[in-house]
């Protein structure tokens, strides 16, 4: 980085839309506010009620507090933008917003594939569920999330980061994204080389756990087709839904981001699907998986009566 002609980057985000501004500013601001207290809810849940002491829960706690977190990686910095008209963001903040919010969304996507062996240890293998899955296990598998999501996303930025700069330094996007970022640099003879590092990085990351994450799925849903009562498929198919979901949801627009040639999208897409991935996906997972969840529900009424005792839900 040092390099660099280039002192600074300039984030363009929603610059083109000048009339739209302060509202964009009040509905990123419900959102955010909405994403912290929602996701946070879930996690207070998680730790107070002893009834959400198992796996599952344990899982989405670790999920609850990444979505938080990733959040933050990006969304104040935006609303910040937004209220102030500041574009600006030097080099080192830039490479670190990419670095925090890739590295988290890294550690989702081996949590994601955690959660779904988790589910297919409880559905496929019922009797051994609770020696498989214990204590040990879980801190295990949510440590080695964190831990791979980070060190992925550290190779790929030391790479990166040997890039120089030397004009332009208008990014067209909300928040450091690698993609427009390398198309900036101006070092031809490294770019094959961070193109090979994408290529790996991204393999570790998104193909390895979106693997595991597929095939543990096939095999609970060939489980379930062949539980002979209605009601039994319907209980074991409703342990797993929120999550199946939150799966497609997250992958579903990752790969269109990442895997569908960009000759094919414009800017604008761009932007829109990372909105969809970035804001609206963090800010949903909280409600999806309390509408859906009768435990969730459960709880929650449970936490209320015993702040106030007259209530009833």
């Known amino acids: 980085i040092n390099q660099t002609a280039v002192i600074e980057f300039i984030l363009l985000g929603f610059g083109d839309l000048p009339d739209l501004q302060i509202l964009l500013f009040l509905m990123f601001l419900v959102t955010y506010i909405a994403t912290v207290v929602g996701n946070s809810l879930i996690v207070v ?8 002491h198992t796996p599952m829960y344990f899982f989405l706690g670790h999920l609850s507090c990444l979505e938080t977190c990733y959040t933050s990686t990006f969304l104040p910095r935006l609303l910040a933008s937004l209220f102030t008209g500041e574009k600006n963001i030097s080099v080192s903040g830039c490479f670190t917003q990419m670095y925090f919010s890739g590295s988290l969304a890294a550690t989702e996507c081996y949590l994601l594939a ?142 269109i981001m990442y895997v569908v040639p960009s000759g094919n999208q414009s800017l604008d897409f761009n932007k829109a699907f990372s909105l969809l991935y970035t804001v609206v996906t963090p800010m949903l997972n909280p409600i999806v998986y309390s509408l859906r969840n009768q435990e969730v529900k459960d709880a929650l009424s449970r936490s209320i009566a015993k702040m106030w005792p007259s209530t009833k839900m």
Not at 232 to 237: E, I, S
Request: glycine share 4%; with cysteine.
């Open 45 to 52: 849940l998680i730790v107070a009620d002893q009834h959400l």
């Open 114 to 255: 955690a959660m779904s062996y988790d589910r297919y240890l409880a559905i496929c293998k019922p009797l051994h569920y609770s020696i498989l899955m214990n204590t040990k296990f879980c801190l295990q598998l949510a440590a080695g999330s964190w831990f791979n999501g980070f060190l992925a996303i550290t190779i790929f930025v030391l790479f990166i980061s040997q890039l120089i700069f030397c004009g332009p330094n208008q990014i067209d996007h909300f928040y450091c994204d690698p993609i427009p970022l390398m198309e900036l640099s101006c070092s031809d003879t490294h770019l094959i080389l961070i193109e090979m590092a994408a290529l790996i990085s991204s393999s570790t990351i998104l193909v390895i756990p979106f693997v595991l994450t597929i095939m543990s799925y096939i095999y609970v849903i060939l489980t379930i087709l062949r539980i002979p009562s209605t009601i039994g498929r319907k209980k074991a198919f409703s342990t797993c839904s929120s999550h199946l979901i939150v799966v497609s949801t997250f992958y579903g627009t990752l790969i």
